[in-house]
């Protein structure tokens, strides 16, 4: 069980849209984390780098646990560590890292294009060519351990859910928003079983009805440039 301290103390500060928290807060809402949530502001913003709450002047930033934890990828494996989702030995930790780190690499180009002028045009040319580099070998792992398109509780490694399986769900949630027919190919039979059954578990269901974030457009476009002064 948490401590009431870990509880009260919480605090997660964002961008408006998805962006790098949407991670953390599959893994929060996994967890089944309370946390207090708020949007940067320019003022805020100012705040917090006059205060060295951002070590590299950048959000995300979580307070946990008496920490101000910036960037994604630490925040995430800091709740994964405490929460047991690392899996059970040091070669299911690494494995999870690899599969993470390559996800966030193949996210960021899928959230960058917000930024370009012809975003659909970047879409095409420089996202839409990866997705077989990066699908293939988790359909292929998926296939091996236990979770294949008729398992009922099969992850990347196996019957233990890790935070690779989530940031494997956050990446399935914008192929499937922005390329909704890769998944019905069958060459990707267990990822498309995979993100059903990740869909179905009761804490992603509560989260998307919830605080599951819109996709990045426009109006986030807008907000980041003001809130940086661009």
């Known amino acids: 069980?948490?401590?009431?301290?870990?509880?009260?103390?919480?605090?997660?500060?964002?961008?408006?849209?998805?962006?790098?928290?949407?991670?953390?807060?599959?893994?929060?809402?996994?967890?089944?984390?309370?946390?207090?949530?708020?949007?940067?502001?320019?003022?805020?913003?100012?705040?917090?780098?006059?205060?060295?709450?951002?070590?590299?002047?950048?959000?995300?930033l979580l307070e946990i646990d008496g920490l101000k934890i910036v960037q994604s990828h630490a925040i995430v494996r800091y709740i994964a560590r405490k929460h047991g989702l690392c899996g059970r030995t040091d070669r299911d930790a690494v494995v999870c890292d690899m599969v993470y780190g390559g996800l966030s690499d193949f996210v960021g180009k899928i959230l960058g294009s917000v930024?370009?002028?012809?975003?659909?045009?970047f879409l095409s040319k420089q996202v839409e060519p990866l997705i077989e580099r990066y699908l293939n070998p988790l359909n292929e792992m998926l296939s091996r351990n236990n979770g294949g398109e008729e398992s009922e509780k099969g992850f990347l490694l196996g019957d233990?859910?890790?935070?690779?399986?989530?940031?494997?769900?956050?990446?399935?949630?914008?192929?499937?928003?922005?390329?909704?027919?890769?998944?019905?190919?069958?060459?990707?039979?267990?990822?498309?079983?995979?993100?059903?059954?990740?869909?179905?578990?009761?804490?992603?269901?509560?989260f998307h009805s919830s605080r599951h974030k819109p996709p990045?457009?426009?109006?986030?476009?807008?907000?980041?440039?003001?809130?940086?002064?661009?």
């Open 1 to 60: 069980p948490q401590s009431a301290r870990f509880q009260k103390f919480l605090s997660f500060i964002r961008w408006t849209s998805r962006g790098l928290g949407e991670r953390i807060r599959y893994i929060l809402a996994e967890t089944n984390t309370p946390y207090e949530e708020r949007v940067i502001t320019k003022e805020l913003l100012g705040e917090l780098r006059a205060k060295g709450d951002l070590m590299f002047q950048q959000l995300p």
């Open 115 to 121: 930024f370009q002028e012809d975003r659909a045009a």
């Open 160 to 206: 233990q859910l890790t935070f690779a399986d989530l940031m494997l769900t956050e990446m399935l949630d914008y192929v499937q928003e922005l390329f909704p027919t890769v998944l019905n190919m069958d060459k990707y039979a267990c990822l498309k079983a995979f993100y059903k059954r990740m869909m179905e578990r009761p804490s992603i269901t509560a």
């Open 216 to 230: 990045p457009d426009d109006a986030y476009v807008t907000h980041v440039n003001y809130v940086l002064g661009r």
